[in-house]
Nanobody
Framework: QVQLVESGGGLVQAGVSLRLSCAASGRTLSRYAMGWFRQAPGKEREFVAGISWSNGSTEYADSVKGRFTISRDNAKNTVYLQMNNLKPEDTAVYYC????????????????WGQGTQVTVSS
């Protein structure tokens, strides 16, 4: 079992940056693909960013390309989502997920999920 705990969310103004963290326990994340998803009120959960364990390759949703960066620190068993130039449309609950796939997973077919952290961006 893998337990995931997100942190770093908050209420910010448009244009600023936030860094979300996802700390894992129970298993090492070094052999898991990791992903960040988000769900805004009244909308379905959507893929934001993902990173493989095999070669560190990454994928991003078009809406966040160039603004968000996913990274992982296997020594700390933690995955990060650096979010720059935040926009009001980025407001959502952000979820971290882990999957035993060797490649980036862009669908929500992940094995483990965190509880989420709220990000609210005011205009």
């Amino acid at each position: 079992q893998v337990q995931l705990v997100e942190s770093g969310g908050g209420l910010v103004q448009a244009g600023v940056s936030l860094r979300l963290s996802c700390a894992a326990s129970g298993r090492t994340l070094s052999r898991y693909a990791m992903g960040w998803f988000r769900q805004a009120p009244g909308k379905e959960r959507e893929f934001v960013a993902g990173i493989s364990w095999s070669n560190g390759s990454t994928e991003y949703a078009d809406s966040v390309k160039g603004r968000f960066t996913i990274s992982r620190d296997n020594a700390k068993n933690t995955v990060y989502l650096q979010m720059n130039n935040l926009k009001p449309e980025d407001t959502a609950v952000y979820y971290c997920a882990a999957d035993r796939s060797w490649a980036v997973v862009t669908t929500d077919d992940y094995d483990y999920w965190g509880q989420g952290t709220q990000v609210t961006v005011s205009s």
